[in-house]
C-alpha cells in the first residue's frame, strides 16, 4: 500500500498542475484503499475542494461470506479546485421506478387520472406580484399567472387544468411519467459492471462500463473539454469521451493498453480515426524498438504482438509454454472452427534453432500458422528451415507458408504482413460499431459531421 500511494502521489500533484479552473478530478478506487487516497487527494487539492465520495455499486446481487460482508462497491472521489468547476447538474436524473415509488414522491403524486397515470396538482399562481403582463383573469378570477393568457388557456383546452370546486384556484397537472425523474444521488446503484456476456466487453482485466465513464464526463465537462485519463488501460474513458464530442487523452504504461485503444477506436469509427489522433511513445524506428527490448521486453513483446493485431498468451503456468501471442481467424463457412496463429517475438540473438522450436510449438499446438517475430534479419539457414514447414491450404483462399519470419524493420516500414487468410479476423474482440443516438439527449451530445 505505501509503494502503490507513494507511486500515487506524485502523480496526484502532476495531475493538479495540468487542471484547469473549470475542471475536476474522477479517482476510482476500492475500499482497501479509498480512505488513505482521500487524505492524499485532501493534501493535494484541498478539503474544501472535495466535492463527493461516489460510491458505485458493483452488482445487485453478491454470495455469502463466511467472516464478513461481501463487497460490492468500488469508490470514487470526486474534486475540483475552483468555485468555477464545471458541474451539469441537470444531465443525470434517474428514472422513477413507478411500480416501487419512494414514500416522498408517492405522497407528492397522490392523483390518478383515468388511465392510470399519477399526478400531482402544481401552482399556476405566481410568486412575483409585479407581473402586470401577467395579470389578467382565468376561470372567474383575477391574479398575477404563471404563464401568458394564451399558453393558460392552451393548457386548458388540453385538459392539463384542474379547478378543485367552483371558484377555487386553478391547478396544473404535473405527471409524473414526464418528470426528468430524481436527482442523483452519491450512491450509484443503476450501472451494472461488464459482465462476461457485455457487447464492448475488450477482456482487458480492469475494464470500467462506458456508462460509468458516460456518467462522469457529462456531469464534469463540456462538449469539447479535454478529458485526461491518465491510467486508461483498454481506453473506456477515450472511447466514452470521443463519443461525448470531448477531446482525449490517454496514457498507459503498457503497449498492450495502446493497442487495444487503437483497435476499439478503429472498429468503433473506422480507419479513418486514426488520422485524429496521436499515439506518443511508441517506437517508430528499429532503433526505437531496440531501446524499448533492452528496457522492458515484455513491453517490447507486447508492442510487436499489438503491431501485428495479436494479442499475448496468457502466461499461465505450463499453458502455452513457448507461445508469446496468437492470432485467430475463421476461413470456413460461419460457426466452423477458429483457427490459430501462433507467435513466438524475439528481442536478442536468433538463429535456426528458434525456428525449428515454433515449428515444434506449431505441431504440439496444432495451430495452422506460426510467425516468428524478430529484431534480427533471419539468416539463410532459418529461412531455409522456415520454408520446409510447407503450406496451410486453407479450404477457400489458396496457400500460406505455414511458417513465417518477420521482422521489426519489415513491420515498421509496412513491407511484409502474416499472411493468412485475413477476411475473417476475430482475435481483438471487435468494439460495437459507433452508432449515433437516436434522438437528442444531453449525454450524448456529439458532432455528427466528424462521426460519419
Ligand atoms: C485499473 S486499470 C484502468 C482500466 C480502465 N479504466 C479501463 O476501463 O480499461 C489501471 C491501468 O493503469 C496502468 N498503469 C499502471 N501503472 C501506471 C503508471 N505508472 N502510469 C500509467 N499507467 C499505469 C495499467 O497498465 C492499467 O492499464
Known amino acids: 500500500m505505501l509503494a502503490y500511494l507513494s507511486m500515487m502521489a506524485p502523480r496526484l500533484v502532476e495531475l493538479r498542475r495540468v487542471l484547469k479552473p473549470t475542471g475536476s478530478i474522477y479517482l476510482h478506487c476500492d475500499p482497501t484503499a479509498s480512505h488513505y487516497l482521500k487524505m492524499l487527494m485532501d493534501a493535494v487539492f484541498g478539503p474544501k475542494n472535495f466535492r463527493n465520495e461516489v460510491i458505485w455499486r458493483r452488482t445487485a446481487s453478491k454470495g455469502l461470506m463466511s467472516k464478513r460482508l461481501s463487497r460490492n462497491h468500488d469508490v470514487i472521489l470526486a474534486y475540483q479546485i475552483s468555485e468555477d468547476g464545471t ?35 402544481s401552482d399556476l399562481t405566481n410568486p412575483n406580484p409585479n407581473r402586470p403582463n401577467l395579470t389578467y383573469e382565468f376561470m372567474g378570477l383575477t391574479k398575477v399567472w404563471r404563464w401568458t393568457k394564451e399558453r393558460m388557456e392552451k393548457a386548458l383546452r388540453d385538459g392539463m387544468v384542474v379547478q378543485p370546486s367552483p371558484g377555487a384556484v386553478p391547478r396544473y397537472k404535473r405527471y409524473l411519467d414526464e418528470q426528468r425523474g430524481k436527482p442523483l444521488t452519491d450512491v450509484w446503484t443503476d450501472i451494472e459492471p461488464l459482465n462476461s456476456q457485455a457487447k464492448e466487453r475488450l477482456h482487458y482485466p480492469t475494464q470500467k462500463p462506458e456508462a460509468l465513464l458516460d456518467r462522469i464526463i457529462a456531469l464534469a465537462s463540456n462538449k469539447g473539454d479535454v478529458v485526461l485519463d491518465p491510467f486508461c488501460g483498454c481506453g473506456t474513458a477515450v472511447a466514452s469521451a470521443e463519443r461525448l464530442g470531448r477531446q482525449w487523452i490517454g496514457i498507459d504504461i ?31 524506428s528499429v532503433a526505437d524498438a531496440e531501446k524499448l527490448a533492452k528496457e522492458d521486453p515484455y513491453q517490447f513483446q507486447f508492442w510487436a504482438l499489438g503491431q501485428v493485431g495479436a494479442r499475448p498468451a496468457e502466461q499461465k503456468r505450463g499453458a502455452d509454454h513457448g507461445i508469446d501471442g496468437r492470432k485467430l481467424f475463421h476461413d ?64 477457400n483462399f489458396g496457400k500460406f507458408p505455414r511458417l513465417q519470419t518477420l521482422t521489426i524493420r519489415e513491420i515498421l516500414e509496412g513491407k511484409a504482413k502474416v499472411q493468412y487468410p485475413s477476411h475473417g479476423d476475430v482475435t481483438l474482440k471487435k468494439a460495437p460499431k459507433y452508432e449515433p443516438p437516436a434522438e437528442e439527449h444531453p449525454l450524448l451530445e456529439f458532432d455528427a459531421e466528424n462521426k460519419s
Not at 444531465?91 to 390518478?112: I, N, S
Not at 495502446?258 to 499515439?279: C, N
Not at 505441431?363 to 532459418?382: C, H
Open 254 to 284: 503498457t503497449a498492450l493498453a495502446v493497442a487495444l485503444i487503437k483497435t476499439r477506436l478503429r472498429d468503433a469509427y473506422g480507419e479513418k480515426i486514426r488520422e485524429t489522433y496521436d499515439v506518443i511513445g511508441e517506437p517508430v
Open 332 to 395: 470456413e463457412k460461419a460457426g466452423a472452427k477458429t483457427k490459430s496463429i501462433i507467435f513466438s517475438v524475439k528481442a536478442g540473438h536468433t538463429d535456426v534453432s528458434d525456428v525449428r522450436d515454433l515449428r515444434g510449438v506449431l505441431d504440439r499446438e496444432k495451430a495452422e500458422i506460426g510467425v516468428l517475430i524478430s529484431l534480427q534479419e533471419p539468416t539463410k539457414p532459418m529461412k531455409v528451415e522456415a520454408a520446409s514447414a510447407g503450406f496451410y491450404d486453407s479450404p
Open 87 to 121: 458541474w451539469n447538474q441537470d444531465v443525470v436524473f434517474t428514472a422513477y421506478d413507478l411500480d416501487a415509488l419512494d414514500e416522498k414522491t408517492a405522497g407528492k403524486y397522490t392523483h390518478r387520472d383515468k388511465d392510470g397515470r399519477l399526478y400531482q396538482l
